[in-house]
């Protein structure tokens, strides 16, 4: 069976060589530098933080299994519900809906 | 005892050690198109504590790729002039104000700041504001609680007291105990320090930005509330502010589509934390 991976996003320093791009990496004007599924080595890595690269996403095994995602999930929505404590106007409700989605998301 | 007032602050301002020159020199440079690299370097290789510093984040930078750095020069070459600004700026702020007494860390109020200016470079970077002057203005816009806690250190921990006890956002306790809060203190402060307007007009403007009507006030209040919302420096305590909708609506700001940005923002505070070792 493959290994599942989930996708995490760094800086190019705190990447070690060997490691898979999840997403393509654009320069400021949009155009291509690395495609996704790149397989990265030092030199790429050295150049990315040259041309002032600061995040790139990429793949790590996930050995979680299913009741570890679950508790991982339920922590992260009681830490949200923790700082998002107490009344708010409506745009900090909009701020907490997509901090809300963008945690699901990325703990899964 | 009563608190210090506002009018009292200026006196207070003089007892903070001064700005590190390197930090006058990066603020200076912010609106001028002669600043240069040569002159930048000198300002760096003119204090070995700073060129240490530098040498400690850009090793920390590069920490997956094992490849050392042991020169300021090569940590231009590495890592260009705009990370080697920001690394210099937050490391000599961090240094020269580090506060540590009972019931006060000015470390966490710089891993806030970190958050904040760590924000506000990208949130500027999507809105057209400089990111420069975005993530200095991040980084200095909570001065204002040093010099509260220089001016009466009591006054300041009842108001901290208050703001962990009472659940209140810490400006509200500060008005409560000084009649006056961080932002009011902070330009104050600034202005003393001769800081540019615009950063003025952020540290003043951060927690109610509408009576000001600055784009870099607006950005820094959003910045503020992004990173209590991220956890970023994950204080116990943390509680997101209220948001202005108006800064939000004159930034353009539309949270479903800049949520694409949140793993990056996470990705950068982390980096820099390490690489500043707070």
């Not at chain 1, 690269?53 to 922590?75: G, M």
């Not at chain 2, 203190?185 to 202005?191: D, K, N, P």
């Not at chain 2, 003043?204 to 509408?210: C, M, R, T």
Request: charged fraction near 20%; aromatic fraction near 6%.
């Amino acid at each position: 069976m493959a290994t599942k991976q989930r996708i995490l996003c760094l800086a190019p320093g705190r990447a070690t060589p060997g490691i898979t791009l999840a997403r393509a990496i654009t320069d400021r004007e949009g155009s291509i530098l690395l495609s996704a599924g790149t397989v990265l080595d030092l030199a790429m890595l050295e150049r990315l933080i040259r041309r002032g690269v600061d995040a790139i996403s990429v793949l790590v095994p996930d050995n979680r299994d299913e009741a570890t995602i679950a508790d991982e999930l339920r922590a992260a929505q009681r830490r949200i519900e923790t700082i998002f404590r107490g009344p708010g106007n409506p745009a900090r409700e909009q701020l907490h809906a997509a901090v809300l989605n963008y945690r699901i998301e990325s703990t899964k | 005892m009563t608190a210090p007032t506002l009018d009292q602050l200026p006196d207070h301002a003089e007892a903070l050690p001064s700005l590190p020159e390197v930090v006058n020199y990066l603020i200076r440079a912010l609106n001028d198109d002669n600043a240069n690299l040569e002159t930048l370097a000198h300002h760096i290789n003119s204090d070995p504590a700073i060129v240490a510093r530098l040498l400690a984040a850009a090793n920390s930078v590069t920490a997956g790729l094992s490849k050392r750095v042991h020169s300021a020069g090569q940590a231009f070459l590495l890592l260009g002039a705009d990370r080697i600004a920001n690394i210099i700026l937050a490391s000599a702020l961090i240094y020269r104000y580090d506060t540590h007494t009972s019931g006060f860390n000015a470390r966490m109020l710089w891993q806030h700041s970190l958050g904040v200016a760590t924000c506000a470079r990208v949130l500027a970077e999507q809105t057209g504001v400089d990111p420069d002057l975005a993530f200095t203005s991040g980084l200095l816009h909570d001065i204002g609680q040093l010099l509260m806690h220089t001016a009466s250190p009591s006054h300041f921990l009842q108001a901290l007291d208050r703001h962990l006890n009472e659940d209140i956002p810490l400006f509200v306790a500060e008005r409560s105990v000084f009649g006056y809060d961080h932002c009011d203190a902070g330009r104050i402060l600034a202005t003393a320090w001769k800081l540019p307007t615009d950063i003025i007009d952020a540290i003043a403007a951060h927690h109610e930005p509408d009576g000001f009507g600055s784009e870099i006030g607006n950005l820094i209040h959003v910045s503020e509330c992004l990173s209590h919302a991220l956890d970023l420096g994950e204080l116990p305590s943390n509680r997101v502010p209220d948001l202005s909708e108006l800064a939000c609506a004159n930034l353009g700001l539309s949270w479903p589509k800049f949520a694409a940005h949140f793993a990056e923002i996470e990705a950068r505070f982390d980096d820099f934390r390490v690489s500043l070792g707070i």
